[in-house]
């Protein structure tokens, strides 16, 4: 299968997932003067409020936090989109020291880590795995986390990453809600691309959040404590540096909310 190492990593994944090399690739570099400012771009609305979360895993790639989608409790509209997008997941990407670890960067530098809150468009498809094929099916939330001050929320998440240090482990977690990892301002580039790990289907429209969350260090830390690997492997792999580095732009524009 895939991963994240030399021989399974990211400059290979193209062997079983052609669309590896396809035009609309995540995640990419950012140039914030070269993006187009859209004054008609609206804001984008985060209802999250009577959202609550229902179990946290470890799917051997990442640590994932997932959310009832059976109905419009929770859901990311306005801005680039033309439909509200459920939440589904959120997940996180980091790296194995502070500098990288991020899959967007902007204008040549990575953060530490980025969250990524995973929406589906329920008006027009039916199931989560039909959207994950169609165009617009996606709408991911990007968020940059940079080092710095402890996040007074992030620890709810970092106290439990014990309970699914193995592959395939998985753990109540009720009552959760992500408004709390939001930063103050919504500001975003948005741009049409893909899942960034197979099976990189191009089915993803992109928002990113230009103002990173700060989170420290020690908490940061907590998340190499997670293992890729299952409690019977005979290998132990520390989960760090999962994340994908930035695909060609391929023409495509990147629009900047105000
Ligand atoms: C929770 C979750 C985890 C993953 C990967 C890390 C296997 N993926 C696959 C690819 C991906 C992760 N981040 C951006 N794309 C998704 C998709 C469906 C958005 C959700
Ligand atoms: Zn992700």
Redesign the pocket.
Known sequence: RWGYGKEDGPSVWYKNYPVAEGSRQ??IDIVPNEASRDRSLDPIIINYDQCTSINISN????V?V?FNDSDDRSVIKGGPLDNPYRL????F?WGGKGCEGS?HTVSGTGFASEL?L?HWNAVKYKT?GEA?TAPDG?A?LGIFLETGDDHRWLHMITDVLYMVKYKDSITNFKGFNPKCLLPSRLHYWTYLG????????ES?IWIVLKEPIEVSEKQLGMFRMLLFTGEEDDQRLRMEN?F?PPQPLKGRIVHSSN
């Open positions: 995540s995640p799917n051997g790639h990442s994932v997932e589904k997941q959120f997940h990407h899959e990524h995973v989560f994950s996606l991911v893909s899942l960034t790990t197979p099976p990189l289907h993803v999962n994908r």
